[in-house]
């Protein structure tokens, strides 16, 4: 009974198939010079095959598989972060539209950086991720339940006055370490803080445009289409926004920039910034 | 190969170009060359989003691998096109009734796209009008023909087609203008970048939280669709937006030719409610809002006087088509929303005869014309395409 030669190779192969005569000083050189062409059309087809799983490809395979899987790599993320979280697509996307997705989703942009982040919906009811605590799909945020009184009243003393009837509004809340984004201390038209002929919308933080508009897509998919993020709030003070209390609740006074405060020598009014100054705002989506 | 062998210590450089070794080695070369490129696609063929960028060496869509993709790893089937069909309404000045008519044997054209109709049923005539100057009005059933199978079959409200079949005292009405005629939606088969969207929008609904892209995917999989009952046209276009004073979602819709009727809202309507809006959501689904834009474009081309009638319909044709793959809400890039882009028409006109069209002046539009939430683009009837020929110099 004939058996077939075993080999791992085409090289080997070549040489364990060849009769005798092929065998010889040239015709071992001769077959091998086309034999471990054929091995590298082998590994190349493996790697080929192992590029789409992200555990096995090549980091110049990311932007094809996160466009396909619709995660996105954070600006700072690592490739081993990265290569996780495309892993877990399914089961982020079993979350989208939920607080739940959307501040895994934030997470990864900020990644490594576990800050906390959170969403407060017009009711006051925190959702969170605490700092240090790694957002995936078998951990979900932290859910305060409803605070009596609501802790978070936007604008029921200032225009557009929408809080006893936009209840479908949500706001984003990131606390980004120092490494991540800083307060910048340019301020609106001053020449610096501008960056291209966008929205306005990226002086007060050290954030580029891009990252800016990249935030406000990543909200997008992951909000449910039925949520208004007015606004994405990047705040600097680890205190301030906290569900437990502190500095920079609203208190119905944040629908505009500017409130008017006492003028204790004339009747003019004398207006103050209606928000808390340590954050940046940034434009949210609809 | 030649490399090698020398570097293993062959004296590859004694062997004679047409001699048998070196015969062998570039036989094989040409083997293992075309291994790579099939290696090549093996790697491209792992990712949706290259697959569907696929073309073969003369520019056409490759749709293998990513139908295969989309079915193994999205469960989703690409979307066959259909042709365009619909009642036409005929006007007979004169006593005398045609037909009825065989099947196929009535024909009409679109004097903009230059697309051709026929005849569907057999039963159905044009009926005189005895006793009467007042021209009597019948309905035929008509369908675009074979090589306007797609959206280049598609005739939008307004248009007059004409007769191309002789028949004295016989005008047509103009599509919208009488009841039961409205216009005509071929669907061209589904695109690799729309396919690749609509498996990129299914994983929203692995998600029973609203997310918009759920919305957007139930809107435009006929097959879910299709158990809410028929829509005229398929839904090939869809964006979802709140309204932020009402908290409402809103999602429009559009088919290949413009914004889909209202009826078929309802249907889809009711398809999304049964499969994508949770609980305190409240989603209307609306048709797109329709923004004509009207190109009237000279094309110089060099060559002989016979291209200008083929290039004058294919560039209308072409600019149709590509209006019909415009996402709602329009494409982004100089202006600040969304937009149809003149180069991205110039290119669609380019693209009927690239090597014979020269030059494009255009009288309108005269840049890009910008898109709001909702809108889509269609070609306004009032287009030219005015075909001028340059001598070979």
């Known amino acids: 009974m004939s058996q077939t030669p075993s080999s791992t190779t085409f090289r080997d192969m070549v040489a364990a198939i060849s009769p005798t005569w092929l065998n010889g000083w040239v015709g071992v050189r001769y077959m091998y010079s086309m034999a471990i062409q054929f091995d590298a059309i082998g590994d190349a087809a493996a790697y080929a095959v192992r590029a789409r799983f992200p555990d096995l490809a090549p980091t110049d395979a990311f932007p094809y598989i996160a466009n396909d899987r619709q995660i996105d790599q954070g600006f700072q993320e690592s490739q081993t972060s990265f290569a996780t979280r495309l892993t877990q697509w399914l089961d982020r996307w079993a979350h989208a539209g939920s607080p739940f997705g959307l501040l895994m989703a934030v997470r990864g942009y900020v990644s490594p950086d576990n800050c906390l982040v959170a969403t407060v919906n017009n009711g006051g009811v925190f959702d969170f991720y605490p700092v240090g605590v790694v957002a995936s799909p078998t951990t979900p945020p932290d859910h305060l339940p409803v605070q009596t009184p609501n802790p978070w009243i936007w604008d029921s003393l200032s225009w557009p006055h929408l809080y006893s009837s936009a209840w479908w509004r949500v706001w984003l809340i990131i606390w980004p370490s120092a490494s991540t984004w800083t307060k910048t201390a340019h301020t609106y038209n001053d020449g610096v803080s501008f960056y291209g002929s966008g929205p306005s919308f990226t002086y007060d933080w050290s954030g580029t445009l891009a990252m800016a508009q990249n935030l406000q897509a990543l909200v997008k998919k992951w909000k449910s289409a039925g949520t208004w993020i007015p606004w994405i709030i990047v705040s600097f003070d680890e205190l301030a926004f906290l569900p437990s209390g502190g500095d920079a609740y609203p208190a119905g006074l944040y629908g505009t920039w500017t409130k008017v405060v006492p003028n204790g020598l004339t009747n003019r009014p004398l207006y103050a910034y209606a928000r808390y100054q340590n954050a940046a705002y940034l434009d949210g989506v609809s | ?393």
């Open chain 2, 1 to 393: 190969m030649l490399t090698i062998a020398n570097q293993l210590g062959l004296t590859t450089s004694a062997w004679q170009p047409l001699g048998v070794a070196r015969t062998i080695l570039a036989t094989m070369s040409q083997v293992v060359s075309a291994s790579s490129s099939y290696v090549n696609l093996v790697a491209q063929g792992g990712y949706a989003t290259t697959a569907a960028a696929m073309v073969d060496s003369n520019g056409n869509p490759i749709t293998t691998w990513m139908d295969l993709v989309s079915s193994e790893v999205y469960g989703n089937t690409r979307i066959a096109a259909s042709p365009a069909s619909g009642v036409i309404v005929f006007a007979n000045a004169q006593s005398i009734p045609y037909g009825p008519f065989p099947i196929g044997s009535l024909h009409l054209k679109n004097p903009l796209t230059l697309a051709t109709y026929s005849n569907t049923l057999s039963t159905e005539q044009i009926y005189g009008n005895a006793g009467s100057t007042i021209p009597f009005n019948s309905t035929v059933h008509f369908a675009a023909d074979a090589a306007y199978s797609g959206s280049n079959g598609s005739a939008i409200d307004g248009t007059q087609l004409v007769l191309t079949t002789p028949l004295a005292g016989v005008t047509t009405l103009p599509l919208g203008t009488s009841p039961g005629s409205s216009s005509m939606v071929g669907t061209n088969a589904e695109t690799n970048q729309a396919l690749l969207t609509r498996d990129q929008d299914k994983l929203g609904s692995i998600s029973p939280n609203g997310a918009g892209s759920a919305l957007e995917y139930i809107a435009t999989t006929p097959s879910i669709v299709a158990a809410f009952g028929a829509v005229s046209a398929t839904v090939t276009r869809a964006q979802e937006i709140l309204v932020q004073s009402t908290g409402v979602v809103t999602l429009y819709i559009a088919n290949s030719a413009g914004p889909s009727t209202s009826p078929d809202c309802t249907i889809v309507q009711a398809a999304e409610q049964f499969w994508a809006v949770p609980t305190g959501m409240t989603l209307q689904v609306v048709p797109a809002v329709t923004v004509y834009i009207a190109v009237r474009v000279t094309i110089y081309v060099t060559g002989s006087a016979g291209l200008i009638g083929g290039i004058n319909g294919t560039a209308s044709q072409a600019v149709q088509e590509f209006f019909s793959l415009v996402p709602v809400g329009g494409l982004y890039g100089s202006l600040s929303t969304g937009e149809v882009s003149l180069s991205s028409i110039s290119a669609a006109i380019q693209s009927v005869a690239p090597l014979f069209i020269t030059e494009l002046q255009y009288a309108s539009p005269s840049g890009p014309t910008a898109l709001a939430v909702g809108q889509v683009p269609v070609l306004d009837p009032s287009s030219t395409f005015t075909v001028v020929v340059v001598p070979f110099a």
